[in-house]
């Protein structure tokens, strides 16, 4: 064959060549294009948060533990799962705090693209109620399937607060929750009552009497709270600061006594006291309120039934005053402070939203 030929044959077949793997790679892409439009499974995301920061209160924990899953408006500890996918979802969440808590389980239904938080308060040991100092633990975050395969699981540590630890929040926000510091059926408070009934001339202690008169009532509280600040201070009750906690937040919580710890060392500070006056008139079936100013609080106790008028008492001179100068400290305290500054906690208002006593 000339060479001609020859040459001229190679290039016809290089042209084919080429011809034929552009048809290839044209077919190729084309059929990569069809499996790039096939839309990935996208996976569920999970997000836990515990505590305020971090930190578990025992005062929240039990508030939350006592109400019913649909009535809570926060938790100890939550989880966010956000369902990404085309399909419904329905998961098993378990949620503990080893060695501190019972577990708590919830069940997740999610339809697709929707996100949903599953707010746990799950039931804590005796043990966190008698810890009195900050404790480190983990809160352990089980997901699985209705099968039970495992879909998610961690672990968030956590601080646990002393039992006595009061978050107020900022501007005391959360002071309501000083009710749970109010414990009218502890023994020791039950035991103060029974001396100050030895100070009234009848030996009764019997709170408000709905067959008498409301000016008769106002002076029946009057001598009641009498007897009971005269029964403290001879049992020796006085001014002991004491309020500083550990963690983070401390410009906004402190360390607060409870009743039976304020009787049994005969030491408490203005709300230490405030909150163990309080006990003593709740017991007693009274209306009583605890009222905090800026740097210092008072308790207070409704005069008669269905009267507006309370009678407030600067506790924090229980033992080194007479009632009388007592309750005249508390009209001036009260008397030097726009409203906006006085917080008033009356404790049937919180009881009514299940802030009941710490255990």
């Known amino acids: 064959m000339p060479s001609s030929f020859k040459t001229q044959a190679v290039k016809g077949l290089f042209v084919v060549l080429v011809l034929v793997a552009a048809a290839f790679a044209g077919d190729s892409a084309d059929r990569g294009d069809v499996r790039a439009k096939i839309t990935p ?7 836990v948060q515990a505590g305020v920061d971090g930190e578990i209160y025992p005062v929240f924990a039990n508030y939350a533990s006592l109400l019913r899953q649909s009535d809570r408006s926060f938790g100890v500890i939550t989880v966010t799962i956000s369902n990404r996918g085309d399909a419904s979802l329905r998961q098993r969440i378990a949620v503990e705090v080893k060695g501190w808590s019972d577990q708590e389980i919830q069940i997740a239904e999610l339809t697709p693209g929707e996100e949903k938080t599953y707010l746990f308060a799950p039931t804590f040991l005796p043990r966190f109620y008698r810890n009195h100092e900050i404790a480190a633990a983990t809160a352990g975050i089980s997901i699985t399937d209705m099968a039970g395969h495992s879909i998610y699981e961690t672990t968030a ?10 978050y107020w929040g900022n501007n005391f926000k959360y002071a309501p929750f000083i009710a749970s510091w109010v414990t009218p059926h502890d023994a020791r408070v039950e035991a103060v009552l029974a001396q100050a009934k030895n100070y009234l001339p009848d030996h009764r202690l019997p709170g408000y009497e709905k067959w008498k008169t409301r000016d008769q009532q106002e002076q029946e509280t009057y001598k009641e709270a009498q007897a009971i600040f005269a029964a403290l201070k ?3 009750l006085s001014y002991v600061k004491s309020s500083t906690t550990f963690g983070d937040h401390k410009n906004v919580s402190e360390r607060i006594r409870m009743p039976r710890e304020s009787l049994d060392q005969s030491s408490a500070n203005c709300i230490d006291a405030a909150v163990t006056y309080a006990s003593l008139f709740e017991n007693l079936g009274m ?8 740097g210092h609080a008072y308790t207070g106790v409704r005069v008669a039934q269905g009267s507006q008028k309370f009678l407030f008492i600067d506790v924090a001179l229980t033992g080194r005053s007479a009632f009388e100068a007592a309750v005249a400290s508390a009209e001036k305290g009260l008397a030097k402070y726009d409203s906006s500054f006085v917080k008033r906690i009356l404790i049937q208002d919180a009881r009514a939203v299940g802030i009941y006593p710490l255990p």
């Open 41 to 47: 499974h996208l996976e569920p995301t999970y997000r």
């Open 157 to 166: 540590p956590v601080h646990l607060r002393s039992s006595g630890d009061m």
């Open 287 to 294: 209306d009583t309120t605890v009222v905090i100013v800026p």
């Open 234 to 236: 001879h049992m020796g």
